[in-house]
């Protein structure tokens, strides 16, 4: 095995920088979780599945990991900057429900998609209505020297800091920040750290405050709950790349304000040491939009057939900093590389005693390069170092299958093979100790015909086979075609059938 240093692309630096702990031995990451006044899209999941890749990857490097993802329960506009309305106000009057019953419908339906993509449970889900008098506390701590108050709030006056806006390369070729016109504002980019409940009128969520009724601004809410739990300095904080041109500038200049530190070349003066984004998943035809009919959520895709599991090596597929488009076709490869993967891991399960005896080593910590056959040990090197190459997912996953596809060792291998295979799993997080085919066998939902009655079509034809009964056995497969049921014989994966 090698010993190749974690290198990490650092947003505010725009480079790779090895991990240092700011804790020796520890890795304190916050990363910045769903507004819950709706489901998911797929794309949002790809920011979670990154931050889980992060996490495993620093588990597996050794470091004792406390990672934190926030729900946004509260202060989220429409817009980024500081236009629009509060996202859960909206949804809430638009529906003219409780936007406590809404947060919790939606924070369920994300954790069940955590859940369903095997990302690790984080050691805590900080909800932002539970910070609100730390996030006060806060606010009143910078209020004097950084902020000034409108009608509207309290608003943080950007020119106060230095360096604002270095993580978005505001006005140069990289990108500018949006900003929003709201009268009295001293700089364009000054944003609301609170936010006044306008006279006349209510909020389903709000608190009082030395500036008046209201609710905390939402970069306030992430700078105060990742400060409160990790402590700053913390080591990453991550999220979307949307998040480098506004959120994130604003919780490092709060931050900056906060710890009375002042340039960001010295980087514990961000709050966070490391900054890192994944960059979007994209669907050309704005199936992605939230506010279009059908959005592509993971049980769409649950609906049409795809496993989620296929949906996270699709996500593994591409390396996090790359645009990754969505197509129907590209799940369909990733769910066909992921049935072959589950059944080369089964073809080396089999023999007698070799997954007990794997599972028995490896709990013992017994995985020892030493003992690997060459090729084995190069492949599992190939793997190392491309995860410590700022998690380089899809040559991780090629070395991977190099080493499940392994021809020409003896059978005494597999145990070692299989223990490899394991432990680049609790990096790759595709639960494959536990799948199975049939598990990846899923029904869609517009499916006429259960998987029982193709079952048992499927053993009436077998039998016609064996009796040389062509003709039956041609019927049936005709029959089964008619209900969407393509027989593949001779399947080279081992599937005797897929839903067309
Ligand atoms: P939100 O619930 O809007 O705060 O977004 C949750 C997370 O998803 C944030 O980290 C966003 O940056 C990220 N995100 C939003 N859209 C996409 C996308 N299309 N692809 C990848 N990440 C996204
Ligand atoms: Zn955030």
Redesign the pocket.
């Known amino acids: 095995m090698t010993d190749a240093p974690l290198k990490l692309f650092n947003s505010l630096t725009r480079s790779l920088e090895v991990f240092e702990p700011v804790h020796p031995g520890e890795a304190r990451v916050y ?5 819950v006044y709706n489901y ?2 797929i ?2 999941m ?2 979670y599945v990154f931050a889980d890749v992060l996490g495993r990857t620093l588990s597996w490097k050794g470091y004792k990991l406390t990672h934190v993802i926030n729900i ?1 329960d509260v202060g ?1 506009l429409t817009d980024d900057a500081d236009a629009g309305e509060d996202k859960m106000e909206k949804m809430a009057a638009e529906r003219a429900q409780s936007i406590w019953d809404i947060a919790e419908h939606y924070k369920q339906a994300y954790w069940a998609d955590v859940r369903a993509l095997n990302i690790r449970q984080p050691a805590q889900w900080t909800v932002a209505t539970d910070y609100v008098p730390q996030m006060i506390e806060f606010a009143k701590g910078i209020a004097d020297k950084h902020c000034y108050e409108l009608e509207s709030g309290l608003y943080f006056d950007v020119s106060t800091v230095s360096d604002y806006g270095r993580l978005a390369r505001a006005n140069t070729e990289e990108g500018e920040g949006r900003i929003e016109a709201v009268e009295g504002k001293r700089n364009a980019a000054d944003f609301a750290i609170w936010r006044k409940t306008p006279p006349g009128e209510s909020r389903q969520m709000e608190w009082d405050s030395p500036w008046g009724r209201g609710a905390p601004g939402w970069h306030l809410e992430c700078s105060v709950m990742s400060g409160e739990v990790l402590g700053f300095p913390f080591d990453i904080h991550t ?5 480098r041109e506004i959120h994130h500038p604003n919780e490092i200049a709060q931050n900056q304000a906060h710890c009375c530190t002042n340039g960001l070349d010295d980087p514990r003066n961000s709050g966070a040491r490391i900054w890192m984004h ?5 669907e050309r035809s704005g199936k ?1 939009s939230k506010s279009s009919g059908e959005f592509l959520r993971l049980q769409l895709l649950v609906d049409k057939g795809y496993h989620p599991l296929a949906y996270r090596l699709m996500c593994l597929q591409a390396h996090y900093r790359s645009e990754l488009e969505f197509n129907w076709e590209g799940l369909g490869a990733a769910l066909t590389r992921l049935k072959r993967i589950v059944t080369q891991i089964r073809n080396l399960k089999s023999g007698e005693g070799v997954l007990s005896e794997a599972l028995d080593l490896l709990a013992k910590g017994k995985l020892n390069p030493a003992t690997l056959s060459n090729p084995q040990r190069a492949a599992f090197a190939d793997f190392e170092n491309a995860i410590a190459d700022d998690l380089n997912t899809p040559a991780a996953l090629v070395a991977f299958e190099k080493l499940i596809g392994l021809k020409g060792i003896s059978s005494g291998w597999t145990v070692e093979t299989l223990m490899c295979a394991f432990k680049m799993d609790d990096v790759l997080g595709l639960n494959l100790l536990s799948l199975t085919r049939a598990d990846l066998r899923i029904r869609p939902k517009v499916a006429t015909i259960t998987e029982a009655e193709i079952e048992a079509a499927l053993s009436r034809r077998k039998e016609a086979r064996a009796a040389k009964d062509f003709a039956t056995s041609d019927a049936i497969r005709v029959e089964l075609a008619a209900a969407g049921v393509e027989v593949m014989d001779g399947d080279p994966l081992g599937w005797e059938w897929k839903l067309a």
Do not use: K, S, Y
């Open positions: 990363t910045c979780g769903p507004t998911p899209h794309g949002n790809r920011a946004t989220h999220g979307g790349i949307d998040h994944n960059n979007f998943l994209v992605m």
